[in-house]
């Protein structure tokens, strides 16, 4: 499309090429390594986030995302600082060389947390242990956000003439990420996904980003990285130990079954008899049971039933227990609707009342 300048020359302005970082950052491989980045930082928050939230405490998960926005915000400065010097030229292979580091970064500051926080008494009360443990997961996890931040945002600063579209890459890449890491927390523990799955795929993400800047060698060291965090995790998580990491408050206490999902674990532990508010004046049979803990923190009991409505009649606990209160309320054979049944102890005192409409 032509235009006529205050001179009156006119300039074909289609025939102008586009600057040397312009027309590396739009190659294909390094849009596709760009996404490939951005979805595995978005999918590491909510991943970390849960591993940090189930394992440690609520409030871990969200410190995560303060910690990782100063990462990606600290990430973001450095390239502000480092750009006169190092060039847009050369944003691509620095770029892969950042999300190498993040990808090493990442497997290596998981199993520094997981260490720190496996050896941390099993009631960590003081002010102190928390402080310690805060320091302790922002020293470990901070380098991979910091070092993907800087990845994304050289990649962002290099492309100013196309910006609208690595722009759109860094968002549709987030958004996927976020998706898949759904996804995978159903299937699997935070840190099975991290260690086999997101380490890795930041490894590639470099691969592809060498690539495109037409570094073989470092696509082939990135390669070879890649493969060796793949199996790194993968031998680690068939500790149940690092794969399926108990809450910090049972640490002691032995497992009998744990699942994980995007949004809760789910432990069984040995339990013992235990009501809610049980009169002192009950002498009857105890019952066995184990204990239920959603997230190491909601417990609830279960306790042992052979299926047979009949067998209930010697559970004589659950008529002295307060929870019983709805019982002395409701007309016999009345329906009832139970919300938020936990181990199923309402439901045990609806069949015991002989409700069949529950």
């Known amino acids: 499309m032509g235009g006529e300048t205050p001179s009156g020359t006119v300039c074909a302005c289609s025939t102008v090429p586009a600057p040397p970082a312009a027309r590396r950052i739009s190659n294909p491989l390094v849009l596709l390594g760009l996404g490939v980045t951005t979805a595995c930082v978005l999918a590491s928050q909510l991943v970390l986030a849960r591993f940090l939230g189930a394992a440690v405490g609520y409030y871990f998960a969200f410190v995560l995302v303060s910690f990782a926005m100063l990462g990606l915000a600290s990430g973001a400065l450095a390239v502000y600082f480092a750009l006169p010097r190092m060039g847009l030229t050369r944003a691509p292979e620095v770029a892969s060389l950042a999300a190498l580091g993040g990808a090493i970064s990442l497997h290596v500051g998981l199993l520094s947390a997981l260490q720190h926080y496996v050896g941390v008494p ?48 860094d968002l549709v890449g987030g958004a996927t990420g976020c998706v898949i890491a759904l996804l995978a927390l159903s299937f699997s523990s935070p840190v099975e ?16 980003l060498a690539f495109g800047a037409r570094r073989y060698r470092l696509a082939l060291l990135s390669c070879v ?22 809450h910090i408050n049972w640490l002691s206490s032995p497992r009998l079954l744990t699942v994980w ?98």
């Open 122 to 169: 099993p009631h960590p009360g003081q002010l102190m242990a928390s402080i310690t443990a805060l320091l302790w997961v922002l020293i470990s996890l901070l380098p991979f956000f910091l070092l993907t931040g800087f990845a994304v945002s050289v990649l962002l600063a290099a492309s100013a003439d196309r910006f609208h579209v690595t722009y759109s890459v």
């Open 261 to 358: 999902n995007s949004f809760s674990s789910v432990t069984l532990h040995s339990g013992f008899f235990f009501t809610w508010a049980l009169s002192p004046t009950y002498r009857g049979p105890s019952v066995e049971m184990m204990s239920l803990m959603i997230d190491g923190i909601g417990g609830t009991q279960i306790a042992k039933f052979d299926g047979n409505p009949a067998s209930l009649r010697g559970y004589d606990y659950l008529d002295a227990d307060l929870t019983a209160l709805t019982n002395r309320l409701l007309t016999p054979r009345s329906r009832q609707l139970i919300i938020g049944p936990g181990g199923g102890v309402d439901i045990l005192q609806a069949v015991r009342a002989e409700r069949h409409d529950i």
């Open 225 to 246: 990285a890649s493969v060796a965090l793949l199996l790194a995790g993968r031998q680690l998580c068939r500790s149940e130990t690092v794969k399926s990491p108990p």
């Open 193 to 208: 996904v991290a260690l086999i799955s997101l380490a890795p795929a930041v490894g590639v993400g470099s691969v592809l």
